[in-house]
């Protein structure tokens, strides 16, 4: 990154404030870089490709401070904070279940090329660029026209602008500096491999996140991060379905995927109507939208009747509080002992037992990469 930076000097009281900001707290700049590893080598991959100066892709840490799910007041969103109408601009499409702005590989695809239509658009003056990013390029240009009419120059730093567009590119210049020469700000930056950390994989179907987290022994708080575009924690019916996971966990993904049938990538619930229910009330119960529960079971429109039987695809946050008033300790669970049969995997049997692969590791002190023994014993403590 640092051999790719290119953007011009900028000699700017704003930037040093920003220096010494950013800087106050060295546990804030760890913060950001530690969720910036996950997505800068693609990010940088992808300004290279365009040939912009590598500074670009340190772009969200001024917008998100690379959090995938960030939301600013006036309802940007995402790594690159797009607000709706601009995220229509770029096909980064909007629904109860899934938005795209908050997809990191989709949101930085349409970033780019906003970005580089504002550089044609600005004779390749990358400080009006990236202004135009945060306010508008038709903002620009007026407060350009204004300095014109009065004798004055047109460059960045000479522009009227409001507060947050004049201290956006010192923002900017301010990370970059800190990232150029840490040492001389008294900054440890985090270790970032040079490869690429995140993998698509197509789950085929609707899955909840947390239950793939939890199939593949990974934090479920992490892959939510990961794919925070996805609303409710589980991808839409109708798709999409492409799932970022790390690459070191791609091939548990790919194997759990194909032991599962799509009915099992789900956490379901069975919910009887009641007289005077409506579908409102039950999705607001369940935490998941009416869409969803219409989807699920083929309603076309809000009747329903007493007696009648809905399956409900609980959401991530809905199946956390049933998981919460559910939970019992080890010392309330009964202890068994299960014998690993020919072809059965970890995931196969905490399913088996309703416990997480994660417990199961952790109660017999083995690897969820592991691989099981024929007759092999594990204890599991499954509910009473």
Do not use: C
């Not at 700000?185 to 197509?202: A, F, H």
């Amino acid at each position: 990154m640092r051999q790719g930076f290119g953007l011009p000097y900028l000699d700017s009281e704003r930037v040093r404030h920003y220096e010494r900001r950013f800087t106050a707290k060295p546990e804030y700049i760890t913060r950001i870089f530690k969720r910036a590893s996950w997505f800068l080598p693609s990010i940088l991959s992808e300004v290279e490709k365009r040939g912009y100066p590598s500074e670009i892709a340190l772009l969200p840490a001024v917008e998100s401070a690379f959090m995938t799910d960030a939301k600013s007041h006036s309802g940007a969103s995402g790594l690159w904070q797009f607000i709706a109408s601009t995220g229509r601009i770029y096909d980064m499409h909007n629904n109860d279940w899934y938005d795209a702005r908050r997809d990191p590989d989709l949101s930085t695809q349409a970033a780019m090329q906003f970005l580089g239509e504002l550089n044609t658009r600005f004779n390749g003056d990358w400080f009006l660029s990236l202004a135009g990013y945060n306010a508008g390029g038709g903002n620009i240009e007026k407060a350009m026209r204004n300095n014109i009419s009065r004798g004055l120059p047109t460059d960045y730093s000479s522009l009227k602008l409001r507060k947050e567009t004049t201290d956006y590119v010192p923002k900017l210049i301010a990370f970059k500096n800190i990232v150029n020469n840490p040492e001389a700000y008294g900054v440890s930056l985090p270790k970032m491999p040079n490869r690429q950390m995140l993998q698509n994989i197509d789950a085929g179907s609707q899955i909840n996140l947390k239950l793939l987290a939890s199939a593949i022994d990974m934090n479920s708080k992490t892959l939510l991060f990961l794919n925070s575009a996805y609303k409710h924690g589980v991808t839409p019916p109708e798709g999409p379905h492409r799932i970022q996971v790390p690459i070191e966990k791609v091939a548990m993904a790919k194997q759990v995927m194909a032991t599962l049938t799509p009915q099992k990538q789900m956490h379901w619930a069975q919910y009887t109507v009641k007289r005077g229910d409506v579908l409102n009330r039950i999705s607001q119960k369940h935490k998941v939208s009416v869409n969803a529960i219409r989807q699920a079971n083929r309603i076309s429109g809000h009747a329903i009747h007493p007696g009648q039987v809905l399956r409900i695809p609980l959401s991530s946050q809905s199946v956390a509080m049933v998981q919460h008033n559910t939970t019992k300790t080890k010392a309330q669970n009964k202890k068994i002992t299960h014998q690993v049969r020919k072809g059965e995997s970890l995931w196969q049997i905490a399913q088996r037992y309703g416990v997480k692969v994660a417990q199961i590791t952790r109660w017999n002190n083995i690897r969820a990469q592991g691989t099981l023994r024929l007759g092999q014993k594990l204890i599991i403590y499954t509910a009473t």
